[in-house]
């Protein structure tokens, strides 16, 4: 049986929230082809129980942030909005780093003005690797002298609590003595689970873990083994992975993200989705296949 609910950010949040990124147009850039849909998305999640959106002002940029604003605003009082900052987006819609004092402020300022918030509830660190295209693979080394500048954010009052994405166990235990870390975001699913360890780590320290890419690198074998125990569930290969997450550790948060209702109720439905020993033998193994 797994539990619904997470105690994250001073709050009880349902497990299964919701990524903004897709609100976005093409390769996160630019505006979205149907705006009314994706003001529909976001209000059908709040409807179905959602009460904990990713986001971030470099998706569009500031596109997703300002239809999460015309959407949702005032935000229900157990909403969270989770950003992330450590990046821009350049004219050319490439991903740039943006990890300095001065770009890690604007970047909340920017936040908070499209979304329309005084106080950020959750800011993540975006640890980007400057002249790499791996947006899952952390690179070793000190994040202090990023991560203390939105320490200092903190204490200002801007952002109430602190996260870090695409980071290693060593960088959030070197966080945790600039200040309390509340999540991580990192890549990990059924086929790339190099984060075993920091998943069982993290639920001990009751540090919610929030992985990206739920269907992210799987070779074509573990693709055709995912899609076969689904279809004898019954199930599509995405709902069975996102329920294998929710199954994986108490501390995970899945925040899925589609430009779709139809797709949106189909995620959330996974949460209902009950694996017995034989399914998560068969889902455990697929890590494994093709190597």
């Known amino acids: 049986m797994i539990t619904k609910t997470f105690s994250f950010a001073g709050r009880s949040i349902n497990r ?20 009314d ?50 990046a821009v987006r350049g004219d050319d819609a490439s991903w740039n780093p943006a990890l300095s004092p001065d770009e890690l402020r604007r970047g909340v300022e920017d936040n908070l003005a499209n979304l329309g918030l005084d106080a950020m509830e959750v800011v993540n660190l975006r640890v980007m690797v400057p002249g790499t295209h791996d947006v899952g693979t952390p690179a070793s080394g000190s994040i202090a002298k990023m991560f203390e500048p939105l320490a ?4 200002r009052g801007l952002i109430r609590h602190l996260g870090l994405s695409n980071v290693t166990s060593a960088q959030v235990a070197e966080a945790q003595t600039i200040a309390p870390v509340v999540c991580v975001q990192n890549q990990y699913n059924i086929a790339l689970r190099r984060d075993d360890a920091l998943v069982d780590e993290l639920a001990l320290a009751g540090i919610a873990y929030v992985p990206f890419f739920p269907l992210g690198g799987f ?26 997450l929710l199954h994986r550790a108490p501390n995970i948060l899945l925040i899925p993200g589609t ?21 998560l033998h068969g889902l455990n193994a697929i890590s494994q296949s093709g190597h």
């Open 152 to 155: 200092e954010l903190q204490q």
């Open 37 to 86: 849909a994706a003001i529909a998305v976001l209000r059908e999640a709040m409807a179905n129980g959602v009460n904990h959106i990713d986001t971030s002002d470099f998706y569009g940029p500031h596109v997703t942030n300002r239809i999460i604003r015309e959407a949702l605003h005032p935000y229900p009082g157990d909403l969270v909005i989770v950003t992330k900052v450590g």
């Open 16 to 35: 299964m929230g919701y990524g903004a990124m897709q609100l976005a147009g093409p390769g996160v850039f630019g505006p979205p082809k149907d705006h």
């Open 259 to 279: 430009s779709s209702v139809e797709h949106l109720r189909q995620n959330l439905a996974a949460a209902t989705l009950s694996l017995d020993d034989e399914m």
């Open 219 to 244: 070779n074509p074998i573990q693709l055709d083994g995912l899609a076969a125990i689904a279809n004898e569930a019954g199930v599509t290969p995405m709902q069975l992975a996102l329920a294998w």
